[in-house]
């Protein structure tokens, strides 16, 4: 086992030596970046107009309550950025108030619990 570790390092310092291995280092990082960005691009195409607004409101929601390890895989899965300070912006864009230092999507129920089921 010692000898391919050996073998390993040799054939690692002869390539840094000769100036091979961050070229292909750099490369490996663009193309996981790449590969990073074509996923991305994948999960946002073809999103209804709503989508971004829907997700901040998850987003909102899940910071609130401090749900850091919810908040992080629901990023990572619709490809969203979490921005501070939109509960006014969304708030403004869902015609709702920002009351109570609460997630807008309290007030949108409140909302919605005063209108009968047809009128949703």
Same mark, same amino acid.
Do not use: W
């Given at each position: 086992m010692d000898e391919a570790e050996d073998l390993k390092q040799v054939l690692k310092q002869a390539l840094e030596k000769r100036g091979s291995l961050e070229p292909i280092r750099a490369k490996l990082r663009s193309d996981i970046l790449a590969l990073l960005n074509d996923s991305l691009e994948e999960k946002t195409k073809g999103q209804e107009e709503l989508t971004p607004l829907v997700n901040q409101i998850? =987003?909102?929601?899940? &910071?609130?309550?401090?749900? /850091?390890?919810? *908040?992080?895989?629901? *990023? /990572?899965? &619709?490809?969203? $950025?979490?921005? /501070?300070?939109? &509960?006014?912006? *969304? /708030? $403004?864009?869902?015609? *709702?108030?920002?009351?109570?230092? $609460?997630? =807008? =999507?309290?007030?949108?129920?409140?909302k919605c619990g005063n209108k009968s089921p047809d009128e949703i």
């Open positions: 998850f =987003i909102e929601y899940l &910071t609130h309550h401090n749900l /850091a390890h919810t *908040l992080s895989v629901f *990023l /990572a899965e &619709t490809g969203s $950025r979490c921005e /501070a300070g939109k &509960t006014e912006q *969304l /708030a $403004r864009d869902l015609n *709702l108030s920002s009351k109570n230092n $609460r997630p =807008i =999507i309290y007030s949108m129920v409140e």
